[in-house]
């Protein structure tokens, strides 16, 4: 039984730090990719951040400079670290695993495609950290 159970969030103010974590318990291929998104009140859920089987790392244009996305060596862990937050990050943030290696893991390619899309080929979502930032 796979699980992924985010932590982390919280109330911070503009310029504030928080780091985010996702718990991965369960079997599954932890080689492909995973990735953080979130979804602000009133609008779609976009993607942030993702990490390739080869730890190759995409940006969200939006937050390039101020978040890195990081797991540990057994993968068991996947961390979104936020520096400089502004209002308009504030949002539920979601991690995912397993997304296929058949598909590209990058922010460009995935932003290409519908959230109707590109939601349904992540494996695992976990159900979600608040992140407020005023």
């Known amino acids: 039984h796979v699980q992924l159970v985010e932590s982390g969030g919280g109330s911070v103010q503009e310029g504030g730090s928080l780091r985010l974590s996702c718990a991965i318990s369960?079997?599954?291929?932890?080689?492909?990719?995973m990735g953080w998104f979130r979804q602000a009140p009133g609008k779609e859920r976009e993607e942030v951040a993702t990490?390739?089987?080869?730890?190759?790392?995409t940006y969200a244009d939006s937050v390039k400079g101020r978040f890195t996305i990081s797991r540990d060596n057994a993968r068991n862990t996947l961390i979104l670290q936020m520096a400089s937050l502004k209002t308009e990050d504030t949002g539920m943030y979601y991690c995912?695993?397993?997304?296929?290696?058949?598909?590209?893991?990058?922010?460009?390619?995935?932003?290409?495609?519908?959230?109707?899309?590109?939601?349904?080929?992540?494996?695992?979502w976990g159900q979600g950290t608040q992140v407020t930032v005023s």
């Open positions: 369960g079997d599954f291929n932890r080689k492909n990719c």
């Open positions: 995912a695993a397993d997304l296929p290696s058949v598909f590209d893991c990058s922010i460009t390619a995935l932003g290409a495609m519908s959230p109707d899309t590109v939601y349904p080929l992540f494996g695992y």
């Open positions: 990490i390739h089987r080869s730890d190759e790392t």
